[in-house]
């Protein structure tokens, strides 16, 4: 016993040694790219993003139930600064009014469109134009359960060369569109997914679906989300774009090519975390042909979203997210360690399967054999405090180096106010925040394992149409 | 976490862990301070650099006049900054009259020389910041040194290059840029070398033309697609020889062009790429179509409207449904068709334009539209209905205005495309594509009695092909 203890204690000691070296290179490599991103930028504004030579985007908004703030979000896309701009509102079942909202709202006709499902959908039951707005279509289908059905209706009606993939409930910054574009335009033979930032609204000033004023929200609970936002946007993607090893262009706000979707049947409608399985199917795809390409991520254009604002929509967000990893990783097994994948499968899906998707499961266990530990007396108090301080302050100089990457280069908090309490906040997030998500992620593991993939829907409060918040 | 007795112990990792505990913790308050340190500091500097800006502002007229000698800003590092962005910012927005005058300072100063000197010795962003603001000088003697930075190994210093001479937006800019282009010395991204080329030849898109004649591939597509936003109607006939190219991208610029220049020259040869084998090409001719004024285009759009590709078909019936007179003949006509996804198409599109009410009124009401209530497709069963009653149909073939569509094409239009067409081998190609475009006279064997086919063709445009298979 005593002997399984000690290697079981080694082993997550080699395991936590490793994961932070991980996060340090990470955080290394985002704050150069970063920094590279943050001069190229001055470049990039000398050109007319927004020129004709811009190709054609199709946004693609999935709206289920939305019809406290779908209007203004809506008229929030339709007033994006893009030349060539079709805005695809996809209403999937919805059982409340989004569809009549937008009826009224927008003087929807059914149109004799012609809807091919190159990508195989539930029903759509019409279409609909506008007569004030001609760059907007809406779709009206039956719901099938899952987000990636209604997107992919959307990628099926969708007329443009780039579809670009945007929660209804989220709000795009004006420019949002030309500076993600921006990553497409470097090099469009190769670039075929980009990835931009979400952000968090909650606690922001919004009017009209347009955001007026940036703030930090108010509760603990939201706080934390922004600096692990933060951290996974400005560390982990940035740096994992920076291999061509992007492993989640986030479901809220990305960019892709539409006659690639197509080439891989779009989202698949069966996958609990669309977003993430879809990326990974691309780079199955495209190493399967031997296609040069690249997944980019761009930090600064920007979309801001409403985060869970209680614990319970959290647990039940984090549970569904660590389904849809699992979902995922098991699909693509396949894919580990084999050649033919490259990188992809030898680095960063065993990095996803084991400081990702077991990690809840190493955790539980490090902590309990800790303790199993303690009561026999095998084991150093001293050194056991010490580790442990060692992975807390560790993890919270990644956390404060996320929000040095934010202040460095984006500064969208301006008030002294704000950016100190994101550093006092730094300081919660991996104590008691992150074993929190442990055992939320944990749930999600054991619901996958039941065979429990059902999509629990969050409780909304509307905040990116409010008039405040 | 680590037992006593393990081997990770032996090697001393306790002492290890607690100086990777410190390391952290001093690695915490160093970021800590340094966001807290930068953030107080550019509070300090852009205080400084508002005050700074205001009391240069104030000084402006003898600053630009000269009153205030260059000597007395260029040196301090600060100010010199401050006059430049002011300089640089007052540029972009100037007019022809003011930019001497500002060009002058910038010279007197010697700020340009610089700027120049930089761009030519600096290295990595330093020099690519020294190129982006020659580009914004608008100075004809920053060409040469944006012009070398062409040459640059650094894929960035190329494309920043690029950017300035966009933003000088002269033609000899573009003419440098053409030239290592058209010689595949220069490999940046298409869409800044598009923007470029865009702002340098607003004012003289002629001077792409040698370039474009003597392209092939994609540098030929990407210079007919420049040339596409930038036509004017001095260009006609070099557009109509473009009309005739091989390469598809060619031939739809060529259609985005000829809107813009006069419709006797522009309609022959739209009605003609209208029909091409391609169907962005035909969208791009339809497009141009609506644009311009014509009395044969209707014929042309009502044939689009039965196209196979709905992104066609959508954009003849947006055209036909917005000219201003005629919309009940037209509706006569589109049912005429007996395309059943044409008239759907066009009875939305003028719902959308608040103006099917008002056709069907022109109709004498035969339709009753609170009947038919607001499903297009009800609408549109009425509709045909009342031209399936004996007479109506045939109504519908009005003489009068068949003859106006098939007013003569302009024969030197012809004259220009045809032998362009049959130079590259494509006459036939085009002339039966698809089974819905013209075939070629029996024995015709020369352009001319082609020329004299299709102008027969225009004649009767309205025997409308049959739809092949079903639209997408």
Known sequence: ?469 | MVSDSSWLRDLGLAWLVARAILLSLLGILLLIAFIVFRRWSRGCYFNRLSRRTMALRGQWPDILSGKIPGSAWRLNRFDCRIVEDILLDSIEISGEEELPRLLACLRQSGLLDFRIREARSADGWQRRSALLALGRTRAPEAVPALVEALESPAAETVVAAVRGLGRIASPQAAVSLLDLYVSEQLHVPEHTLKNALLNCCRRSPAVLVPYLNSATGKARELIARVLGELANPSLGEDLLTLAADPLPEVRASAARALAKVQPEVSFPVLSILALDAEWFVRLRAVIALSTIEHRGKIYVLLRALCDLNRHVRQRAAWALARLQHGKEEILEKVVATRDNYALQAFLSELERDDSLDKALEGLGKVVNRAAAGSDVENVAAAVRKHFAAPGAVAAAMNEDLVESGAAPPRDYALQYYLPGLEQRGSLDAALSGRGNTVARVPGATTVEDTAAAVKKYFAGLDKAADRPEEPR
């Open chain 1, 1 to 469: 016993m005593v002997r399984f203890l000690q290697i079981s204690n080694d082993t997550l000691f080699v395991y936590y040694l490793i994961s932070n070296l991980i996060s340090l290179l990470l955080l290394i490599v985002a704050i150069y790219k970063n920094t590279h991103h943050r001069y190229r930028l001055a470049s990039v504004r000398m050109e007319n993003l927004a020129s004709p030579f811009s190709p054609p985007i199709s946004l693609l908004v999935p709206a289920h139930n939305e019809e406290l703030g779908i209007v203004a979000n809506v008229n929030s896309l339709l007033r994006l600064d893009y030349p060539q701009l079709e805005v695809v509102v996809v209403n999937d079942g919805s059982n409340d009014r989004t569809l009549e909202r937008l009826q009224e709202s927008f003087g929807l006709h059914r149109a004799p469109i012609v809807y091919v499902a190159e990508i195989g959908t539930a029903p759509v039951t019409a279409i609909y134009r506008s007569a004030a707005h001609p760059r907007l279509l809406v779709l009206d289908k039956e719901s099938a359960g899952s987000k990636a059905d209604a997107i992919n209706a959307g990628i099926n009606a969708a007329t443009s060369p780039y579809v670009c993939v945007v929660d209804a409930d989220s709000i795009l910054e004006k420019d949002s569109l030309s500076r993600i574009m921006a990553g497409v335009m470097s090099d469009p033979q190769r670039v075929i997914a980009v990835g931009g930032i979400v952000r968090i609204l909650n606690g922001s000033t919004v009017e009209s679906a347009e955001l007026r004023e940036v703030h930090l929200p108010s509760s603990h609970i939201e706080m934390l989300q922004v600096i692990e936002y933060l951290r996974a946007f400005l560390v982990g993607r940035e740096a994992w774009a920076g291999f061509n090893l992007l492993p989640i262009i986030s479901g809220a706000f990305g960019i892709f090519r539409r006659d690639l979707l197509l080439q891989v049947q779009g989202f698949r409608a069966a996958a609990v975390g669309e977003d993430f399985d879809l990326i990974i199917r691309l780079h199955r795809y495209l190493l399967d042909h031997d296609t040069p390409y690249h997944i980019n991520f761009i930090p600064d254009p920007t979309c801001w979203t409403e985060a869970p604002s209680d614990y319970k929509s959290l647990a039940r967000q984090r549970a569904r997210w660590h389904k849809g990893l699992m979902d995922t990783l098991w699909s693509t097994r396949d894919m580990l360690f084999r050649k033919r994948y490259g990188r992809v499968g030898s680095l960063i899906l065993p990095y996803m399967w084991l400081f990702e998707c077991l990690a809840p499961l190493l955790e539980i266990v490090g902590y309990s054999t800790i303790i199993l530990a303690a009561c026999l007396g095998c084991l150093s108090h001293q050194f056991f405090v010490e580790f442990l301080l060692f992975g807390y302050v560790f993890a919270t100089l990644i956390s404060v180096g996320s929000v040095l990457l934010e202040e460095l280069n984006y500064r969208r908090y301006t008030r002294w106010r704000d950016v100190a309490w994101l550093l006092v906040y730094c300081l919660f997030e991996h104590l008691p925040y992150r074993q929190l998500t442990m055992i939320w992620r944990l749930r999600g593991m054991w619901e996958y394992l039941r065979g429990d993939v059902r999509w629990h829907e969050l409780k909304r409060t509307g905040v990116s149409a409010s008039a405040s918040c």
